[in-house]
């Protein structure tokens, strides 16, 4: 037996592993997330598919998916928060983030994910991914011959800008 990777604490065969191989649906969104998550890890790319919602299925490239997948190394998964998405609820909102390293760069995906339940079971439909914000200057750019803001009397160039 083998820890689960949605880090669940719990071995995979009592946590993902039915969901990912059809034995049993995912009873809520949050085991849904994770289930997809361990999918990932575990390079089972035809879960990822059948669980995302059959509205926008076709949306998504098997084949890119699986490729982008498989280039990264999976490190770990946390759980921000959830909203609805109980087993007697048929939508819900899981936020997260999953770590993981390209070329050994450690990189984090962070998501608010949206799931609904259809016919006893959950799909993922939509995510909103969290980007870097850009760096801003705060202040204009000073060119390279206008006077130094210091107030020496000199080029930027020639004070500062060194």
């Not at 361990?38 to 790319?45: E, P, S, V, W």
């Not at 076709?58 to 759980?79: C, F, N, P, R, T």
Request: net charge negative.
């Amino acid at each position: 037996m083998s820890l689960c990777p949605c880090g669940s604490g719990r071995d995979l065969e009592d946590c993902c592993g039915p969901y990912i191989e059809g034995v049993a649906p995912a009873p809520t969104a949050e085991a849904l997330m994770r289930s997809r998550y361990t999918a990932h890890t575990l390079g089972k790319y035809d879960y990822l598919d059948e669980t995302v919602h059959p509205d926008i299925r076709d949306e998504s490239d098997h084949a890119e998916m699986s490729k982008w997948s498989q280039s990264v190394e999976w490190q770990g998964l946390d759980i921000h928060s959830v909203k609805d998405g109980g087993a007697d609820q048929d939508t819900g909102e899981v936020s997260f983030t999953a770590r993981y390293a390209v070329s050994g760069m450690p990189r984090e995906l962070r998501e608010d994910a949206f799931f609904r339940r259809e016919n006893g079971r959950w799909f993922y439909v939509d995510g909103v991914v969290h980007g870097h914000e850009p760096v801003r200057r705060a202040t204009p750019k000073i060119g390279r011959n206008e006077p130094c803001p210091c107030g020496s009397g000199k080029k930027y160039k020639k004070c500062c800008g060194r």
